[in-house]
């Protein structure tokens, strides 16, 4: 099956600077690419995500690159605020008969201080 | 769009007691719906598929007579846990999946905490 690890476990950046978030997958058969953000007692909330026709895919001050050759795909936040602050999930899946099965990488807390 | 609810939100209740859990997709349609576990500070782990109509599928080790589920319509999908123990205790999160796209979209959780 598919395995996702995620890279770094904890981040803390400075207001304004930027976070980079990493994760690598090992089935090459998957072509979809999430990222969720869960605050703290929350559902995780669906941030953006890319399939595996793009390489990079853009929305206002987040990013997500994707490598399918080597397997791996990141999530880039530029300008970051007190707000970012969350743990942010990838998850990977390649579409199935019984709908999109997600395994998810580990977690990365990211701490945006002042 | 894309809202998931989850009823209730948080749960206390006593050892040997059920407990049901709602999932509606309010706003969208959802064939297949999923169920999670999460633990404190730890990532998602996924307990069963749910397909509307069907049998649910349920991930290796997970008690498919202890977390019966149930997917009656497009838009809601139940998770009872039976004779719940102190063990059980834990963040249920459903998801709902929109066509088209496959994108899987969540709810907020529901804290069970069994005494």
């Known amino acids: 099956g598919e395995n996702v690890e995620q890279h770094p476990s904890t981040l803390s950046v400075q207001e304004g600077d930027s976070a980079v978030i990493k994760c690598t997958y090992s089935?090459?058969?998957?072509?979809?690419f999430p990222w969720y953000k869960q605050e703290l007692g929350k559902g995780p909330q669906l941030i953006i995500d890319?399939?595996?026709?793009?390489g990079e895919k853009k929305d206002q001050r987040i990013a997500v690159t994707l490598n399918k050759t080597a397997k791996h795909f990141s999530l880039h936040i530029t300008e970051t605020q007190p707000e970012d602050s969350a743990v942010y999930f990838c998850a990977a899946s390649g579409v199935t008969g019984g709908g999109n099965k997600l395994t998810f990488g580990t977690g990365t807390q990211l701490k945006v201080e002042l | 769009g894309a809202v998931v609810s989850q009823h209730p939100s948080r749960v206390i209740c006593k050892s040997g007691t059920s407990v049901k859990i709602e999932c509606r997709s309010l706003?969208?349609?959802?064939?297949?719906m999923f169920w999670y576990r999460q633990f404190p500070k730890q990532s998602l782990m996924l307990m069963a598929t749910s397909n509307e109509g069907s049998k649910a599928t349920y991930e290796q080790g997970v008690e498919k007579d202890k977390f019966l589920i149930n997917h009656a319509s497009l838009t809601l999908s139940t998770l009872t846990v039976t004779s719940a123990h102190p063990e059980d205790s834990s963040f249920y999160i459903c998801?709902?999946?929109?066509?088209?796209?496959?994108?899987?979209?969540f709810g907020p959780g529901t804290r069970l905490t069994v005494l």
């Open positions: 089935d090459s058969a998957s072509n979809y």
């Open positions: 890319i399939r595996s026709n793009v």
């Open positions: 998801s709902a999946d929109r066509i088209p796209g496959h994108t899987q979209y």
């Open positions: 706003d969208f349609q959802a064939t297949t």
